[in-house]
């Protein structure tokens, strides 16, 4: 297995310096247990297995788009690196007030329902569920419990939503441990 030195310049040091330097990590930087564990396996995927491929590519034969992608992936494995070095872990949410990483089920006006978590911005990527704690529906329910109607001020203009549900884990999964993979539990 080749690992990749990112402390090596493959890439101009003054364009990866660049490239970092343009997002500051935020001081409160606090990720959810599986967030950290989704973060750890992508920098891990990148370093071991997607740069060592396009490095060896560009050693072989020049092109501007593999080069191109080279570099993203190697700012996104630094970025990743630096978060994770930073950020806390949060401790799992408990209780019956939505904090960052509670698991939420909301009602729409129109009777739909769908579940959402609330996270730190940086990891608000990783699927579909989590949405950013800056985000207007984020800061609605933030400090809301079960049966609160929130507004949401949002950009089109404030709409409404009921909590229904609070949990500290997925609503598809029957035990707790089952959330986070086994090692992130245990830590």
Do not use: K, N
Not at 3 to 21: C, E, G, K, N, Q
């Amino acid at each position: 297995m080749t690992v990749i030195d990112l402390d090596r310049p493959a890439v101009s040091p003054r364009r990866r310096s660049t490239a970092a330097r343009r997002r500051r990590l935020p001081d409160d930087l606090r990720l959810t247990s599986d967030g950290r564990f989704l973060m750890e396996q992508r920098a891990r995927h990148l370093l071991e297995r997607e740069i060592p491929v396009l490095r060896a590519v560009l050693d072989a034969e020049h092109d501007d788009d593999t080069f191109a992608r080279f570099e993203r992936l190697c700012v996104e494995a630094v970025w990743l690196r630096r978060i994770l070095d930073q950020a806390e872990t949060l401790p799992r949410p408990g209780g019956d007030v939505v904090a960052l990483g509670a698991y939420v089920q909301l009602e729409m006006a129109d009777g739909e329902t769908m579940w959402v978590r609330p996270v730190h911005p940086v990891e608000a990527f990783l699927d579909e569920e989590r949405i950013s704690a800056a985000s207007p529906l984020s800061r609605a329910i933030l400090g809301a419990r079960s049966g609160d109607l929130v507004t949401v001020e949002g950009p089109a203009g404030p709409w409404s939503c009921a909590v229904v549900a609070i949990s500290v884990m997925p609503p598809d999964l029957d035990e707790p441990d089952d959330a986070v993979p086994e090692d992130v539990a245990a830590s």
